[in-house]
């Protein structure tokens, strides 16, 4: 499964990074996240428990979080959770109207042999990853447009 979400942001790719990043304030910043632990950090490398919700339904998973501010980038891997094993990549651009993210999740979903492929497209890619994602973005849009700052 490979879902793609981006988003056009009237701000500096800093301003827009910085949000992205900061995702212990996550459940400040956006009504869907629950709860963001960070369990350990070193450099750029966290670990983190995430909560969140699709509607009235919790999720909760495990992930570790690789910042690379070079290159514009996060990355996540799904440690524990449904999504165990799903890598996610944050990509940021810059262009003269602001910045562009695009969000890429892939997850290779084999818990269930025979509907694994179903699973894994319709249920955690449609119901979950691709309302979760696309929430995230429209609020991290909208705050970083309003406020200008992180």
């Known amino acids: 499964m490979r879902v793609q979400s981006s988003i056009d942001i009237a701000a500096p790719l800093p301003v827009v990074y910085a949000l992205a990043q900061d995702v212990a304030r996550w459940p400040q910043l956006l009504p869907h996240y629950r709860d963001v632990r960070v369990l350990e950090e070193a450099g750029n490398q966290r670990r983190l428990r995430m909560a969140a919700r699709r509607g009235i339904i919790p999720v909760s998973w495990k ?3 690789r910042l690379d501010p070079i290159s514009s980038r996060i990355e996540f ?8 094993g799903m890598e996610v990549a944050w990509i940021f651009a810059s262009d003269a ?3 562009r993210v695009t969000i890429t999740h892939e997850l290779s979903f084999r ?8 699973i894994a497209r319709r249920i955690i890619g449609q119901f979950f990853v ?3 994602a696309g929430r995230t973005l429209r609020c991290i849009k909208r705050i970083a447009e309003d406020t200008g700052v992180a």
Not at 111 to 118: E, N, S, T
Request: net charge negative.
């Open 77 to 84: 891997t799904h440690v524990a959770g449904w999504t165990a």
């Open 63 to 65: 992930a570790v979080q």
């Open 130 to 132: 691709e309302a979760i």
């Open 111 to 118: 818990r269930f042999p025979l509907l694994g492929d179903w």
């Open 97 to 99: 109207a602001g910045t």
